[in-house]
């Protein structure tokens, strides 16, 4: 019995009369990439790191695309990358090398930032200038932008580190915090704070002058990458980390983006980020939607002194619970008197402000002696129940109110197609999960390229889309046109006729 099946003969010596352009494939996203933005620019801002002298460098454009290609496609080293734009036609094709040129070497990249790149502000460009085509396009919506922080895996083994010893930096709201305080202080006469951190004074044996010693921590240090913090979240594994705090559009472009050590809690990160965001963007901006983990006093004042309003879900009261014990909710606070006011109608009298910026009300203690629901208010020896409210909490609660109006049952569910979506996808397909360079720059020029990569390919994506939508009701008119043009000829020529036979 004879088989009837056809053998597949291999030929590897053919010669294909074909240049690049007509092998890449019309879809492919490297077309697209090309289409959208010119990268030329990259050149003009490198120029000034490139000596005049010596034999001609690998153009900077070049190395900027492979690691666009490296970060867009979801390669995981740039060994790789450079493996596959070898035998890659399309990858050559986006570089503008020859199938004769050489591809640089893997370690090109590296060198040239050790030499020429780090310490510039060349990340930032490409980053701004990928955003400002986006929005020449008009794809960015800046009417309400959505905020939220990732942590990325350092290149840091979590068993080699130190304890190290350092001092606690004052936060940016301190000044302004501290001058509300002795305002409020001067109207209870009390004595105004000097500063709000508990410094301890010494004597210098050498000059005998008094000194001021600031007060420090304990945390733990990698070896193998400083710049990283020690972070530990739930059920989280404990390791070294990277925070990436960024802003995104109402259409999924990342519009600000900064890096921190991981153990920096995201309502302390947020300062810088939110202040670069103002100053580029602060006349478009109308609302701020953020998670419950800003939802802090000195965030909330922050965003309504910048004339914004805050959309962000409400934060549950931290510490422990006594279910014995009545809750602060079931204690009315008069906002006209600035008391409290107990269950049974006895006032809480605001007696002193701390350094924390708290006020500090208390009960009288005569009143809570004989009080029947002694047991239940307060397990204090001295008889007296003690409240706290921050001297913020105004803005605190004016954000927490805004939860029950339509705009943030609107808005708030957009975090997951936004920002949410962008750190997934950028973990997922770009790199963001785990870091290949170590120290705090190299991580922040990182994270820039990657978010720059994916608005990029966004923007790719979209606008070769919508092309495609312009050429179909661009045809689709044509037709419609045409199909008219030809109604109104037979209802011409049938009147014609119509005429003629009754004459």
């Given amino acids: 019995m004879i088989k009837m099946m056809m053998r597949q003969t291999y030929r590897n010596d053919c010669i294909i009369l074909k240049t690049l352009e007509d092998l890449v494939p019309k879809e492919h996203l490297v077309r697209k990439l090309d289409t ?20 001609p460098s690998i153009p900077p454009m070049v190395l900027f695309k492979l690691l666009i290609i490296n970060y867009i496609f979801g390669i995981n080293s740039m060994r790789k990358t450079c493996e596959e734009c070898k035998v890659n036609i399309a990858y050559r094709w986006y570089l503008g090398l020859s199938i004769d040129d050489k591809i640089p070497d893997y370690s090109t990249w590296s060198q040239n930032y050790i030499r020429r790149y780090r310490g510039t502000k060349i990340f930032d460009t490409i980053f701004k200038k990928i955003l400002k085509q986006a929005m020449k396009y008009k794809m960015v919506e800046m009417k309400i932008v959505f905020g939220d922080g990732t942590h990325q895996k350092a290149s840091a083994n979590k068993n080699k580190y130190q304890d190290v010893e350092v001092e606690i930096e004052a936060k940016s709201y301190d000044e302004q915090l501290l001058k509300e305080i002795n305002e409020l202080r001067k109207e209870l006469k009390k004595k105004p704070f000097e500063n709000i951190e508990k410094i301890e004074k010494d004597f210098d044996e050498e000059t005998g002058e008094e000194i001021e010693i600031k007060k420090k921590k304990h945390i733990k240090a990698s070896i193998t990458d400083p710049g990283a913090g020690y972070y530990h979240k739930g059920e989280h594994e404990k390791c070294f980390a990277y925070t990436h705090q960024a802003f995104s559009d109402e259409n999924g472009f990342v519009v600000a983006c900064s890096t921190n050590p991981g153990n920096m809690h995201d309502s302390v990160a947020f300062e810088g980020i939110f202040e670069e965001l103002m100053e580029k963007y602060k006349d478009e901006i109308d609302n701020i939607c953020l998670d419950s983990g800003y939802n802090t006093p000195a965030i909330c004042k922050k965003i309504e002194d910048s004339g914004k309003e805050a959309l962000m879900p409400y934060s549950r009261p931290k510490g422990r619970k006594d279910k014995e014990i009545f809750s602060k909710k079931e204690y009315e606070y008069n906002k006209e008197l600035d008391c409290y006011v107990c269950p049974i109608g006895e006032i809480l009298e605001l007696k002193t402000v701390d350094k924390q910026g708290y006020k500090i009300y208390k009960s009288n203690r005569k009143s809570c002696a004989t009080c029947p629901l002694k047991e239940k208010c307060t397990k204090s020896k001295n ?13 605190k609660d004016e954000v927490n109110n805004r939860r029950y109006e339509n705009k943030f049952k609107e808005e708030y569910p957009k975090r997951k197609q936004t920002v949410e979506r962008i750190f997934a996808d950028c973990k997922e397909q770009h790199g963001l999960r785990y870091s290949r360079v170590r120290g705090l720059e190299k991580n922040s020029n990182q994270a820039l390229l990657i978010f720059a990569c994916h608005n990029l390919k966004k923007m790719a994506l979209w606008r070769t889309k919508n ?32 005429l003629l036979s009754t004459v």
């Fill in 36 to 55: 959208v933005i010119d990268l030329s620019f990259i050149e003009d801002e490198a120029e000034s790191l490139y000596s005049t002298l010596g034999k």
């Fill in 467 to 498: 092309n495609k939508k312009r050429g179909e009701s661009i045809k689709n008119n044509i037709c419609n046109c045409i199909l008219s043009l030809i109604r109104q000829t037979k209802r011409a020529l049938f009147n014609n006729n119509t």
């Fill in 383 to 395: 008889n007296q129940k003690v409240i706290t409210r921050h001297i913020w909490q105004n803005q």
